[in-house]
């Protein structure tokens, strides 16, 4: 393989992955693992799990070298006595920035919410499935081979579908013009590779209309005299298989009903219903398919849009999304995460048990994987994507940054300086307010727009207007427009004085520092939680009621219940039987 430049200098060798990669494709000297069937499952599969494996080998024999503590814990374990204190800090186990681990996957899903903030709820959810018979995967395999046996082909050829699919809605813009998106691929029981994507449509292309969803979403069979193509692919891609007493055994039966509601029932016209899906029009026109010997009519067809359904000839829902509670499940169901198995493991100390929490090992042991998702990660394709940046933003209080450093090496740690992105805002503003004093006094100088902007902006809007330079630890003026949203990290109430900051920082603009970000009328208070009930944020039941429909948002049912009794410590609301009902609705 030849060699190639890596940051400027020349890179011989090879990582695990590229290794892999490099005996996957097809040329022209012979190549066993292509005609090995079910072995080339298996050695796919055995590849993937090797380098996964090696990868989070490596997180938890080098990350147990590195501590992280808050700043002013660090401090005070370099004041403490060394006798009465053991070493500072907590171990990372499995970090975000590890693909596919679940604190990856809840960062992604908020950051999808933050987006969904910006630009408001997605218009469309459409998920594509891999089609085993499309012609570029049956002309690429070889004799007596099924696309099973080939989980590369399988994983190219989704990958050149997808990336046409994405230009059509994203840049041809096929169903309207998109504001925002974001989409996910993932690999289920089934092994066949699919992508949600989650659309959100500019104003003017929203539908806000049944004649406009239904120019959007069919869900009736076509005239198979007239359009005898398309007939075809809905027959075979879009119609829900027999289930219920036809069929007990369909997968999609949960205790004695199918979980995707089929049959639907015939309709006359779309009309909006209260779940937040339209019924989409079924009307009872006579047409059919047989399938396994049963007769299925318009209300198992599951929705489509003509045009892709003819043009990708696989199986594409296509559903248009009218309320809120249709995004929070849509986004937790697009981030749920990989199939896995789920154990718990148990040991006895001293006559008592104990759970073993090691996320690293916990990972691998029930991880599910299948050879179409091993191929797709072992070429390196992109399992999701959005179309903003979104900039991650720390919320702590002074002197209370995460630290990491190497054992030993405590003192330089608390020596060393450090910045983060709440404190260089804090710092930018300062700049700013000493430039604009300047120009109010010499009238011959001008400050530009741009410049006061950042005393204009709330935290969560500096990235909008400002690029984070991380090797100067310092927000820039951002040169060229760009697609970027700030998310602030979540704090949960329980964290009184953070939680607090955070609802300062929601809606201060300018602030310079922290004391400053606690003065209310030009009173300084002692805490964020005071500072917060000045500024009317924290004084009724109202900003409970909206503490939880954000938390509503992307907290998951368990999560939930836990989050309900919190903020009553903090915001001291009254339990009135109105307001805690008001809230169980």
Request: net charge positive; charged share 25%; hydrophobic share 35%.
């Amino acid at each position: 393989m030849e060699k190639r430049r890596v940051e400027g200098r020349k890179r011989s060798k090879l990582t695990q992955r590229e290794y892999y990669a490099y005996l996957l494709f097809t040329r022209n000297q012979f190549n066993p693992i292509h005609l090995a069937g079910k072995l080339m499952q298996q050695f796919v599969l055995d590849s993937w799990v090797k380098i996964e494996q090696n990868r989070l080998k490596f997180i938890k024999q080098n990350q147990a070298q590195l501590r992280l503590d808050t700043y002013r814990g660090l401090q005070d374990f370099m004041m403490a006595d060394d006798s009465d204190s053991g070493p500072p800090g907590r171990r990372i186990v499995l970090p975000a920035s590890y693909t596919g681990s679940p604190r990856d996957m809840v960062a992604k899903y908020q950051d999808a919410m933050s987006i969904v903030a910006r630009y408001g709820k997605p218009d469309l959810f459409i998920t594509v499935t891999c089609n085993p018979q499309w012609k570029e995967i049956q002309e690429a395999l070889f004799s007596g081979q099924t696309a099973s046996d080939r989980p590369d082909i399988v994983a190219r050829v989704f990958k050149l579908k997808l990336d046409a699919l994405l230009d059509d809605l994203f840049r041809k813009h096929i169903l309207g013009e998109v504001a925002a998106n974001i989409w996910v691929v993932e690999f289920q029981k089934r092994r066949l590779p699919h992508a949600h994507i989650l659309i959100i449509l500019k104003e003017a292309w929203k539908p806000r209309t049944t004649a406009d969803v239904d120019e959007i979403v069919c869900a009736e069979l076509p005239d198979k005299e007239t359009d005898p193509i398309l007939f075809e692919i809905v027959s075979k891609q879009m119609m829900h298989r027999p289930c219920g007493a036809l069929n007990p055994s369909s997968p999609c039966m949960i205790d004695g009903s199918c979980s995707k509601k089929f049959p639907k029932e015939f309709a006359d016209c779309t009309s909006m219903e209260s779940d937040g899906y339209p019924r989409y029009r079924r009307r009872d026109d006579g047409r059919f398919v047989m399938c396994r010997g049963v007769r299925l009519s318009n209300t198992s067809v599951v929705p489509y849009n003509p045009y892709l359904s003819r043009k990708y000839e696989c199986h594409i829902k296509v559903e248009v999304c009218s309320s809120i509670t249709s995004v929070k499940y849509l986004y937790k169901y697009v981030y749920k995460g990989h199939d896995r198995a789920r154990i718990r493991i148990h040991q006895e100390v001293d006559g008592q048990h104990q759970v073993i929490l090691d996320e690293v090992k916990s990972h691998l042991d029930t991880r599910y994987v299948c050879p179409p998702e091993g191929a797709h990660r072992i070429l390196e394709y992109p399992m999701q994507g959005r179309s903003d940046h979104v900039e991650r933003l720390p919320v702590h209080l002074e002197e209370q940054q995460n630290v990491t450093f190497l054992p030993g090496q405590e003192a330089q740690a608390v020596a060393a300086e450090h910045k983060t992105k709440l404190t260089a805002w804090f710092e930018l503003n300062r700049l700013t307010g000493k430039h604009t004093s300047q120009t109010q006094s010499l009238e011959s100088l001008r400050i530009t727009p741009l410049a006061d902007r950042s005393r204009q902006l709330c935290y969560h809007q500096i990235p909008e207007h400002y690029t984070w330079n991380d090797k100067m630890k310092k927000w820039q003026e951002r040169r060229q427009r760009s697609r970027v949203v700030g998310r602030m990290y979540y704090v949960s109430p329980k964290d009184f004085e953070r939680f607090a900051s955070r609802l300062l920082l929601l809606y201060r603009k300018g602030a310079t520092s922290f004391t400053d970000l606690r003065s209310v009328n030009n009173r300084s208070y002692d805490t964020y939680v005071e500072a917060a009930r000045a500024a009317g944020y924290l004084n009724d039941d109202s900003f409970y009621e909206s503490s939880m429909d954000e938390a509503k948002a992307f907290h998951m049912p368990s999560e939930l219940r836990g989050f309900f009794c919190k903020p009553y410590l903090l915001l001291r609301i009254s339990q009135s039987a109105q307001s805690v009902g008001s809230l169980q609705t």
